[in-house]
């Protein structure tokens, strides 16, 4: 009989969207907006693993990259409006579409290194 506590199996993409812990599903994973917590008050789980670098946001650049510039050809191709017009649909597409997508995208990876056990290179 084990004496480890019981963690349900939440999937790392669910965790990392609602920004829950990796392992209980309970606890807080940001502290603010893009700081991680120390740890979950839930289970008490050590974010110190967590290294998410410039994953995010480069993954966030190509998605919100491709969706304003392709909306902004489209909308062109398409309609030839004036340029106040791209001005004031692509300009808040490129700024808010990468801050709404970032927190999300760390979330995903911090939690895909959890449920992956990656941690930084060793030579042996």
């Known amino acids: 009989m084990s004496h480890r506590p019981y963690y349900s199996g939440i999937s790392a993409l669910r965790a990392g969207l609602t920004g829950v812990c990796p392992r209980c599903g309970r606890g807080r994973l940001f502290a603010g907006y893009l700081a991680m917590a120390k740890g979950c008050v839930s289970c008490g789980l050590s974010f110190d693993f967590e ?26 191709v398409n309609w030839h409006p004036s340029y106040w017009v791209h001005a004031v649909v692509g300009i808040p597409l490129a700024v808010f579409l990468p801050l709404v997508l970032l927190r999300p995208a760390k979330g995903i990876l911090v939690c895909q290194q959890y449920a992956t056990r990656a941690a930084e290179g060793r030579m042996e």
């Open 51 to 76: 290294d998410a670098g410039d994953g995010a946001s480069w993954f966030v650049m190509l998605i919100a990259g491709f969706v304003a510039v392709g909306g902004s050809l489209f909308v062109e």
